[in-house]
């Protein structure tokens, strides 16, 4: 029997954590990550 794929959920579901990371270590909350790691841009290079 074949199962019907949904190829919209497959593709949002494969990029969907890409995407969220993307932004989350990115240019949205990379720069209060960096201090909640004690990090600075100094130590990272």
């Given at each position: 029997?074949?199962?019907?794929?949904?190829?919209?959920?497959?593709?949002?579901?494969?990029?969907?954590?890409?995407?969220?990371?993307?932004?989350?270590?990115?240019?949205?909350?990379?720069?209060?990550?960096?201090?909640?790691?004690?990090?600075?841009?100094?130590?990272?290079k």
């Amino acid at each position: 029997m074949h199962m019907p794929e949904n190829w919209i959920a497959f593709v949002i579901a494969i990029f969907l954590p890409m995407i969220i990371g993307s932004l989350w270590y990115g240019p949205l909350f990379g720069k209060m990550w960096m201090r909640m790691m004690n990090l600075t841009e100094e130590k990272i290079k």
